[in-house]
């Protein structure tokens, strides 16, 4: 129900946007959030936004380099990911949660994720 793209390889310092599209789930309402899994370590959050106002949270690492932003209008959450470093190599996942949360035991809803590369 959630599809996630745009990853790809990219060198330090570049920008890569993922996208999570929605299908057969409204994402209006939903909270929705990005998490991040890098070879060997545990998966941790990134970001979300609150499905009631929009209201934007980010991991304190990661303010100012990352920003997520919906589209309703296409059903669709973003990530812009700027100044990419190698250690945000990863695979990329969206969720669906009630409530704009970085517990990712909230999150119902999960995509398969993308891969992100960021090359030195």
């Known amino acids: 129900q959630l599809v996630e793209s745009g990853g790809g390889l990219v060198q330090a310092g570049g920008s890569l946007r993922l996208s999570c599209a929605a299908s057969?789930?409204?994402?209006?309402?939903?909270?929705i959030g990005w998490f991040r899994q890098a070879p060997g370590k545990e998966r941790e959050w990134v970001s979300c936004?609150?499905?009631?106002?929009?209201?934007?949270y980010y991991t304190d690492s990661l303010k100012g380099r990352f920003t997520i932003a919906r589209d309703n209008t296409k059903n669709t959450v973003y990530l812009q990911m700027n100044s990419l470093k190698p250690e945000d190599t990863a695979l990329y996942y969206c969720?669906?949660?009630?409530?704009?949360?970085?517990?990712?035991?909230?999150?119902?809803?999960w995509g398969q994720g993308t891969l992100v590369t960021v090359s030195s």
């Open positions: 057969g789930l409204t994402l209006d309402y939903c909270a």
């Open positions: 969720a669906a949660s009630v409530i704009p949360t970085s517990n990712q035991y909230e999150y119902r809803y």
């Open positions: 936004i609150s499905g009631s106002d929009d209201s934007v």
